[in-house]
């Protein structure tokens, strides 16, 4: 199903009884294709106007919650753009997520909408405005809160008008990574009413092995890189599965006071990190050395039957097998997150049948230096699949080298003049707010001006011109 500009389609549409999935939408900042290009390493090819979204979704019990997360809009009305979903990394507190300004996930997800994608990236539970403590590398709350917010955005850039084509491309890196294959996962395995299909997946540098790969973290001999984000891992699923009665029956002293207060929410994420690590390198210790006896004789087992490997097994999101094109991509310095995550992925999905994904290896990189060649890969990737129709069944939008605006930058309540139309005839407009709404329209007189109404607000608006072939020309308006 494809969404339209055209008012009547929007009309005989919202006639239509539907559940309203988002709670508000609000608007926040923009940031200029230029400025992207400065910041990220890509080839912006769009303006981006940001928007926060509080949309409904489910808790790790199952019931009703409220989540946050970021909706990012490519400024051009002239075509169908298809949406991206970026599931960030790790977050050191709350705050560190893509709805919240300043914030460099949110960059990443500025860049896929400044690359040609209506982006979106979700906050996860317990992390922007949900509150309670982040179910950390949770897969099924991951999956949901993604799905939720393809949903509510969806939803809502329906009943705006703004244009959206059905295809859905999914990506993450580090936990990110994680959670895109296990939203991927979900929307393939578990199909519901609401018609997403996956045309394209990228899943990069993941924990996607919990009960293997990450498992065996705890019993190495190195000194632990982030030993705060492994402990982390047992603190979340303590908290969803209700493993222990206390997190005393899993860690030991003098580590458990720092993991106390950490899940009480009195440190952030890096300050638990940086105490762990403290502790551990005053006492000559390793990660093992933090937990209980019991709790190391569970980790050192496979017993299919040990509710703590049940837990982590439920976690793992590698075992099933992609329909859609797949990038799995690492880099073999990663010292966060190791690569064979990216090696068993591969391989047990190929052997459980997928012919549709591809192993791509970032070279001897850092955790850190991997993000750019992943992201640029990711994008090279999508592209050999992703398609931009024009945003109406009639007319196409077409190229006058000599249509200009002056003045640009322009007062509300001025007069805006449009030259190098002289040749034509007459000649409709619509002026469109950064929402996507037609805030003024009409037909240009003889003198090719414009008086803008002084209720507009200060920001960037598209002028579409209609022309009397049918097809159509844009052009960017600043409002001072």
């Known amino acids: 199903m494809k969404y339209f500009l055209a008012p009547?389609?929007?009309?005989?549409?919202?006639?239509?009884?539907?559940?309203?999935?988002?709670?508000?939408?609000?608007?926040?900042?923009?940031?200029?294709?230029?400025?992207?290009?400065?910041?990220?390493?890509?080839?912006?090819?769009?303006?981006?106007?940001?928007?926060?979204?509080?949309?409904?979704?489910?808790?790790?019990?199952?019931?009703?919650?409220?989540?946050?997360?970021?909706?990012?809009?490519?400024?051009?009305?002239?075509?169908?753009?298809?949406?991206?979903?970026?599931?960030?990394?790790?977050?050191?507190?709350?705050?560190?997520?893509?709805?919240?300004?300043?914030?460099?996930?949110?960059?990443?997800?500025?860049?896929?909408?400044?690359?040609?994608?209506?982006?979106?990236?979700?906050?996860?539970?317990?992390?922007g405005d949900n509150d309670g403590f982040h179910p950390y590398v949770h897969a099924a709350s991951e999956a949901s809160t993604?799905?939720?917010?393809?949903?509510?955005?969806?939803?809502?850039?329906?009943?705006?008008?703004?244009?959206?084509?059905?295809?859905?491309?999914?990506?993450?890196?580090?936990?990110?990574?994680?959670?895109?294959?296990?939203?991927?996962?979900?929307?393939?395995?578990?199909?519901?009413?609401?018609?997403?299909?996956?045309?394209?997946?990228?899943?990069?540098?993941?924990?996607?092995?919990?009960?293997?790969?990450?498992?065996?973290?705890?019993?190495?001999?190195n000194p632990a890189t982030l030993p705060g984000f492994i402990a982390y891992t047992y603190v979340s699923y303590n908290n969803v599965y209700g493993l222990y009665d206390s997190l005393g029956q899993v860690f030991v002293q003098p580590y458990l006071d720092v993991v106390q207060a950490f899940n009480r929410e009195e440190t952030d994420a890096e300050t638990f990190n940086a105490d762990l690590d403290t502790l551990l390198q005053s006492r000559d210790e390793v990660i093992a050395d933090m937990y209980q006896d019991s709790i190391r004789e569970q980790l050192a087992t496979n017993d299919p039957d040990n509710r703590l490997i049940q837990v982590l097994r439920d976690n793992d999101t590698y075992e099933w097998a992609p329909e859609a094109p797949t990038l799995i991509y690492y880099c073999t310095g990663d010292e966060q997150v190791p690569f064979e995550n990216s090696i068993i992925a591969d391989s047990v999905m190929r052997e459980l049948g997928s012919t549709t994904v591809v192993l791509e290896s970032?070279?001897?990189?850092?955790?850190?230096?991997?993000?750019?060649?992943?992201l640029l890969t990711t994008l090279q990737f999508?592209?050999?699949?992703?398609?931009?129709?024009?945003?109406?069944?009639?007319?196409?939008?077409?190229s006058v080298p000599d249509f200009g605006i002056s003045p640009n930058p322009v007062g509300a309540g001025s007069?805006?003049?449009?030259?190098?139309?002289?040749?034509?005839?007459?000649?409709?407009?619509?002026?469109?707010?950064?929402?996507?709404?037609?805030?003024?329209?009409?037909?240009?007189?003889?003198?090719?001006?414009?008086?803008?109404?002084?209720?507009?607000?200060?920001?960037?608006?598209?002028?579409?011109?209609?022309?009397?072939?049918?097809?159509?020309t844009v052009r960017k308006v600043m409002l001072r």
């Open 146 to 221: 993604g799905r939720d917010l393809i949903l509510a955005a969806r939803q809502w850039l329906h009943e705006q008008g703004i244009p959206l084509n059905d295809q859905l491309f999914i990506t993450g890196y580090s936990q990110g990574g994680h959670a895109a294959q296990a939203l991927h996962r979900n929307i393939q395995e578990l199909p519901g009413n609401d018609s997403l299909t996956v045309t394209a997946g990228a899943h990069l540098s993941g924990p996607y092995s919990i009960s293997g790969v990450m498992r065996r973290e705890v019993f190495s001999e």
């Open 8 to 127: 009547l389609l929007i009309l005989l549409l919202g006639t239509c009884v539907r559940a309203q999935t988002y709670v508000s939408v609000e608007r926040q900042d923009s940031i200029t294709q230029a400025v992207i290009e400065f910041l990220a390493p890509i080839d912006a090819k769009y303006d981006v106007v940001n928007y926060k979204v509080l949309y409904r979704t489910t808790d790790t019990q199952g019931n009703p919650d409220t989540a946050s997360g970021l909706l990012a809009i490519p400024y051009d009305r002239s075509l169908q753009f298809p949406m991206g979903v970026y599931m960030h990394g790790t977050a050191t507190d709350r705050e560190a997520v893509p709805s919240r300004t300043g914030v460099p996930e949110r960059l990443l997800t500025d860049a896929i909408a400044a690359s040609g994608y209506i982006a979106v990236a979700p906050d996860y539970l317990g992390l």
């Open 415 to 472: 007069r805006l003049r449009l030259h190098g139309l002289e040749r034509y005839g007459r000649i409709g407009y619509q002026l469109y707010d950064a929402a996507g709404r037609a805030v003024q329209s009409g037909e240009l007189g003889e003198d090719r001006s414009i008086a803008l109404r002084r209720a507009g607000h200060p920001g960037l608006y598209l002028l579409r011109v209609s022309l009397p072939d049918g097809n159509f």
């Open 382 to 398: 999508f592209e050999a699949y992703a398609t931009r129709e024009a945003s109406t069944a009639v007319g196409h939008a077409v």
């Open 362 to 374: 970032g070279g001897p990189r850092d955790h850190g230096q991997c993000v750019q060649p992943a």
